[in-house]
Nanobody
């Protein structure tokens, strides 16, 4: 069983930066692909970024060049560095874990955190 806890959300001005973190439990953390998703009020949860067990990364077009995902397997933690934030980035950010190769689909992830709120003011 894997438990995920997000942190680091908050209020930031447009153009600013923020880093959110996801602490995970589990002996097999390093074997999981870890993804970040977000959900704004009234909208479906959408893919943001993912990092595989080997460190390969993939980003949604909307955040490419602005966000960076990374992981520290020794600390069982995955990060999302968000730069050049825009009001449209405002959402609850969730981390998710998936055994095996990475996926961009919500339904294919096995474990989810409770989310952390990121609000970008204009």
């Amino acid at each position: 069983q894997v438990q995920l806890v997000e942190s680091g959300g908050g209020l930031v001005q447009a153009g600013g930066s923020l880093r959110v973190s996801c602490a995970a439990s589990g002996r097999t953390f390093s074997s999981y692909a870890m993804g970040w998703f977000r959900q704004a009020p009234g909208k479906e949860r959408e893919f943001v970024a993912v990092i595989s067990w080997s460190g390969a990364t993939y980003y949604a077009d909307s955040v490419k060049g602005r966000f960076t995902i990374s992981r520290d397997n020794a600390k069982n933690t995955v990060y999302l560095q968000m730069n050049g934030l825009k009001p449209e980035d405002t959402a609850v950010y969730y981390c998710a874990a998936r055994r095996s190769y990475y996926s961009v689909y919500v339904a294919e992830y096995d474990y989810w955190g409770q989310g952390t709120q990121v609000t970008v003011s204009s």
